[in-house]
Every structure is written in structure tokens, then in C-alpha cells.
Nanobody
Framework: VQLQASGGGLVRAGGSLRLSCAASGSIRSIVAMGWYRQAPGKQRELVATISSGGVTNYADSVKGRFTISRDNAKNTVYLQMNSLKPEDTAVYHC?????????WGQGTQVTVSS
């Protein structure tokens, strides 16, 4: 199973970005997908997750600004990020929980300038 993330970039504070992460390979079903981020010198932290049934969970720091969604038919998860702040700068990683194992994609850099 491979996860391919895309959509990162450089944006000014207050701007928006949309991240995508597509899972491919031998996939029977995905229990949940999510986004985590890691800023320089900090530990990886949860951003948002979404279950196969659409139940979402967000970090307090992004509630009201970020929206996670998924297309089950395409095994793809999205993260719409609005009202971005400099403190959102990090490498964003997606993952997919297939029940027996958790898979991670490569990170995509998000940089928010002030």
C-alpha cells in the first residue's frame, strides 16, 4: 500500500491550501485516514482524522479553519486549510488505517509566511 500526498506549498497568513492523499495498492477497506504534522524541533501531532463513515476529529488548534474529507471510492483523503497561520508551518503527513496496519505517506511541506 502506498500513500501519495500532494498540495503543499508556500502561502501568506490568512491564505488557503488543499492537501490530497491518495492510497493505492492492495486495499480491501480503509478504517480511517488522517493528517498529522511535524514542525521543526517538535513532535508529530494530530491534525485531523476521518473514519470510513465520515466521523471526523480535529486538533483544537485547527477547529473551524481546517476541514477533512474523503472520497472512499478513490481511497483519497483531503485537508482543506483556510485562514492559515505561521504556526501551521510544518511537514504534513497522511496516514491510512487498514485495520491490521497503519500506513504513512511521505510528507508535504506547508509554509505560511507572516
Amino acid at each position: 500500500v502506498q500513500l501519495q500526498a500532494s498540495g503543499g506549498g508556500l502561502v501568506r497568513a490568512g491564505g488557503s491550501l488543499r492537501l490530497s492523499c491518495a492510497a493505492s495498492g492492495s486495499i480491501r477497506s480503509i478504517v480511517a485516514m488522517g493528517w498529522y504534522r511535524q514542525a521543526p524541533g517538535k513532535q508529530r501531532e494530530l491534525v485531523a482524522t476521518i473514519s470510513s463513515g465520515g466521523v471526523t476529529n480535529y486538533a483544537d488548534s485547527v477547529k473551524g479553519r481546517f476541514t477533512i474529507s474523503r472520497d472512499n471510492a478513490k481511497n483519497t483523503v483531503y485537508l482543506q486549510m483556510n485562514s492559515l497561520k505561521p504556526e501551521d508551518t510544518a511537514v504534513y503527513h497522511c496516514n491510512a488505517d487498514l485495520g491490521l496496519r497503519l500506513y504513512w505517506g511521505q510528507g508535504t511541506q506547508v509554509t505560511v509566511s507572516s
